[in-house]
């Protein structure tokens, strides 16, 4: 019996001790907002069109704080984002989950062909073959016409690739 006590006591003490160390601290972030813009300027918010004037911003903003209880929450998170990445808050994004490779390949080359000012596209393997060949012809063709063509792949993932 005092073995099993023993040992129950020790699993006890392992647990515990792993489970406080796997806690961490929140960073300090009450720097940020107090550098953060103040109530009086509305936060930038930047369209898929360019940067929304001041009134619009303000009105978006307004629009927000009647949609959620009357609490700095809002405004406190928006200051601490801001500030935390250094970027004003953008609308009109969209997510679309994508369920396999044929779905997600004719996104990209659909939003690849509609692209007007920069691609950036990240991948783990690009290969020389026909899907490979489609994304680099895509590329360079809109890079001809002017578009921003960024491309990082992994020298890993695409090792068997010539290195022209």
Do not use: W
Not at 18 to 45: R, S
Not at 60 to 78: G, N
Not at 113 to 129: M, V
Not at 136 to 154: F, M, P, R, T, W
């Amino acid at each position: 019996m005092t073995f099993i006590k023993t040992l129950f006591l020790i699993l006890l003490s392992v647990s515990i001790l792993g489970f406080t160390c796997g806690c961490a601290t929140l960073p300090d972030v009450a720097e940020k907002m107090d550098a953060a813009p103040t109530a009086q300027e509305p936060p930038k918010i930047i369209s898929a069109r360019g940067e929304l004037s001041s009134r619009q911003s303000q009105a978006i903003m307004e629009r927000l704080k009647r949609s959620v209880d009357p609490t700095d929450i809002l405004e406190r998170y928006i200051a601490v984002v801001e500030s935390v990445t250094e970027s004003p808050l953008t609308k009109g994004n969209k997510v679309t989950l994508l369920a396999d490779g044929p779905a997600a390949y004719a996104a990209m080359f659909k939003a690849i062909e509609g692209a007007r000012d920069h691609i950036h596209l990240e991948t783990y393997i690009i290969d020389d073959d026909e899907v490979g060949r489609r994304f680099s012809d895509l590329l360079l063709k809109k890079q001809a016409e002017g578009v921003q063509v960024n491309l990082i792949y992994d020298s890993v993932g695409s090792i068997g690739n010539p290195a022209s």
